[in-house]
């Protein structure tokens, strides 16, 4: 497999921590940019990287998701993703805020969610430009996991993973928790 995508994620992370450390709108509160000295990340891994195919729903569900200030958002569970991680087959719920965006919101909490990671989960966003593989297929990298701004801040509401994407398994790959 070609080291480009692990390039990639490396320089979005370096561009990630240059954003939090010094630009005006970081959800970094700004008493602490002068001291930031980066994101913890796990280590890139390719056994969390998965070329998939998008089970898509016929008829998608609405779906009301609580967020972090006990506030409601509504999106469509558009379709999931099958997998094996570790032994473990797992499923995971894709969801779109708007039916003709080419976006794809996946919302997780796993094993290590409030020890290494972020307690209320992570996000990944797929893209369709960039996510997707010339045969159509899905590109789900856990190894872009992120925090949700509110990991930095409670000035900002986030929503919350549904429990339909809570794991019950470690997903040592992404961001981890910001102290």
């Known amino acids: 497999m070609t080291t480009d995508w692990r390039q990639a994620i490396e320089t ?3 561009e990630k921590d240059r954003y939090f450390g010094g630009d005006p709108h970081s959800p ?3 008493d602490k940019r002068e001291s930031f000295d980066g994101l913890e990340y796990y280590p890139i891994d390719e056994a969390y990287r998965f070329e998939l195919p998008l089970h898509e729903y ?3 569900e609405p779906v009301t998701v609580g967020t972090s200030t006990d506030g ?3 999106y469509l569970r558009w379709g999931e993703f099958r997998f094996t991680v570790d032994g473990e087959d797992i499923t995971l719920q894709a969801y779109k805020a708007d039916p003709d965006d080419d ?3 996946v919302p997780f909490r796993d094993a290590t969610s409030g020890d290494e990671t972020y307690g209320a989960g992570r996000y990944l966003d797929l893209e369709g430009d960039a996510h997707r593989a010339g045969d159509g297929n899905w590109i789900l990298d856990f190894n872009e996991a992120y925090n949700p701004t509110c990991a930095y801040s409670d000035r900002y509401e ?3 993973p549904p429990t ?5 398994i470690p997903i040592e790959a992404g961001e981890q928790a910001y102290h």
């Not at 339909?164 to 019950?168: A, F, R, S, V, Y």
């Open 28 to 30: 970094i509160p700004s």
């Open 164 to 168: 339909e994407n809570w794991l019950e």
């Open 103 to 105: 976006r794809l919101w």
């Open 158 to 160: 986030c929503p919350l």
């Open 58 to 60: 016929n008829n998608p």
């Open 12 to 14: 979005q992370r370096e």
């Open 72 to 74: 409601e958002r509504k």
